[in-house]
């Protein structure tokens, strides 16, 4: 990133509109998702790496523990992130026949922070996980 | 834009294949700034389809958190030989698509 | 002139913990020139990588420098400039007519009678073959055409020859690597040859070679060429930053090349 594109990455205005509806960390946006249904911690894991190589590009593989029949499977996979600007990173649907409730694509993350990511399964309920992942600047600053 | 997709070429049927999807495109967050002082605009692909024969098996809304060159990896149970037809469209009503053909015996 | 490197910016974050270390490093080595040597055991600079990253690079498909490469292969075919001719129209497949190729430059190319890097050849092809303009640094074109035609040579070994017609380009190239530089008054060597395998902040220092390039860096969202990763070095050292395709990065690169001799190639490698 050139140095200004990195002030102006972390800049608090920027982060500030986005972020003030979030409220208390990713609350008011988890209920927003699941309209205020509850969402337990389970069944849901992360293979994120703990400290990113590069917040611009952060492997992330999730995978949901479900039987994979049509009573049980997953509807969809809602990734978050409690400190980029934008909390929502990205809403996976899968189909009843996916075969294996797993997927995998690479996120950005604006520093160190925690990523969550919820499943609602088949029958309604969400079910979540979580992953603490460090974030660190580059050694030398890179303006090309 | 360029884009790949990786589908196994054969299968047999009920097995779970894995997909992969691969496209070049910059996922501008609309925070950066050019060496001007311009603010970039946003411009990200938003919404990805993959269809097998037809019906969807996956779809992805995504925004700016997903890293440059969206990379995205899912699986499907193979059930009849056809194409695995992906589209994306981003934030400039630009479209791409990307398919590839498996063939499914048993 | 080589010592005539100036400050070009002030220091940012990162920049006043590199000038807090800076008393520990100058203190720790010689003020002279080092003797000019490779270091042993050689090691690519993706043996310093993180176990992510090396994944993503052996993956062809996770690979996004594959990107690239594949659009190079596109544009190998395709006509361009006033002769309506496309590389494949003088040099047919790729994968056998460019096999070995990218291993041998930077060379001194008879017809230019100068030193020129794979960049520089493929718009010598373009302006004296096809009649075409030449493409800039990292245009999305030159990067695909240099990464597809580098990419022929993955897994040879780097293969330069230094010798009377080159004798002055790679002296040059050895001066400038050993040479202090910028506000923060390092050489290439400070970091690449005396540290290599040392932490700096949150990174592992590696050896400095390039023969992974054009690479994918997660830090630029994109692929780029040797000469970009230089000129974040001279900008790293607050350094007066030379031009993409300058003849000190010319010469630097053939020296980078020589002292990165029997590494197997990468491209497109994968770098943080």
Redesign the interface.
């Known amino acids: 990133m050139s140095a200004l594109a990195a002030l102006a990455a972390s800049s608090p205005l920027l982060w500030w509109r986005e972020a003030a509806a979030a409220g208390d960390g990713l609350a008011s946006i988890v209920d927003k998702i699941t309209g205020g249904a509850r969402v337990r911690h389970g069944r849901v894991k992360l293979n994120i790496p703990r400290l990113a190589d590069n917040g611009h590009s952060v492997p992330l593989k999730i995978a949901v523990e479900s039987a994979m029949t049509a009573a049980d499977h997953v509807r969809r996979i809602i990734i978050l992130s409690e400190r980029n600007p934008r909390p929502v990173i990205a809403t996976l649907y899968l189909s009843p026949k996916c075969g294996r409730p797993e997927v995998a694509t690479r996120v950005r993350l604006n520093g160190t922070q925690r990523v969550l990511v919820i499943a609602q399964l088949a029958d309604g309920e969400y079910w979540s996980g979580s992953a603490e992942v460090e974030v660190t600047e580059s050694a030398c600053l890179d303006a090309t | 834009m360029d884009a790949r997709i990786l589908v196994p070429r054969a299968a047999t049927r009920g097995q779970t294949i894995e997909i992969r999807v691969a496209i070049r495109h910059p996922m501008e967050t609309g925070f950066r700034f050019d060496a001007m002082g311009k603010p970039l605009p946003k411009n990200v692909i938003h919404t990805l389809t993959v269809r097998y024969n037809g019906a969807e098996i996956f779809r992805a809304e995504m925004g700016s958190g997903i890293a440059a060159n969206p990379y995205l990896q899912f699986y499907t149970v193979a059930e009849a030989s056809g194409e695995v037809i992906c589209d994306w469209t981003d934030d400039n009503g630009n479209r791409g698509s990307e398919r590839a053909a498996v063939s499914v015996v048993g | 002139m080589a010592g005539d490197r100036f400050v070009t910016?002030g220091p940012?974050?990162?920049?006043r913990l590199?000038l807090a270390l800076l008393p520990v490093l100058a203190c720790a080595l010689p003020a002279s020139a080092a003797q000019p040597g490779r270091p042993d055991p050689l090691k690519s600079g993706i043996e310093f990588?993180?176990a992510?990253?090396r994944g993503?690079q052996a993956d062809d498909?996770?690979n996004?420098g594959?990107?690239?490469v594949?659009?190079g292969e596109k544009l190998w075919s395709e006509p361009a400039g006033r002769s309506s001719k496309s590389c494949a129209s003088c040099h047919d497949e790729a994968a056998k007519s460019m096999k070995g190729v990218a291993p041998r430059y930077p060379r001194i190319d008879p017809g230019a009678a100068r030193l020129v890097n794979l960049e520089g050849r493929i718009n010598i092809c373009r302006s004296r073959h096809q009649e075409a303009e030449p493409l800039a640094y990292e245009t999305e074109a030159l990067l695909a055409l240099t990464a597809y035609v580098a990419h022929q040579s993955r897994g040879m070994p780097v293969a330069v020859t230094v010798d009377w017609q080159n004798r002055r380009n790679f002296e040059r190239g050895r001066d400038l690597y050993y040479q202090r530089l910028g506000q923060i008054n390092l050489s290439c060597a400070h970091c690449h040859e005396q540290n290599w395998g040392k932490r700096?902040?949150?990174?592992t220092i590696s050896q400095g070679h390039g023969n992974a390039y054009p690479i994918y860096r997660?830090?630029?969202?994109?692929t780029?060429s040797l000469h970009?990763r230089l000129?974040?070095?001279f900008?790293?050292v607050r350094a007066e930053v030379p031009a993409a395709g300058s003849e000190d990065f010319l010469d630097l690169e053939l020296y980078l090349a020589w002292r990165a001799r029997g590494l197997p190639m990468e491209t497109p490698g994968v770098r943080?």
């Open positions: 910016r940012r974050r990162s920049g590199l990588a993180s992510d990253v993503m498909f996770a996004p594959m990107l690239w594949a659009r700096l902040l949150g990174e997660l830090e630029w969202q994109a780029g970009r000129r974040s070095c900008f790293g943080r």
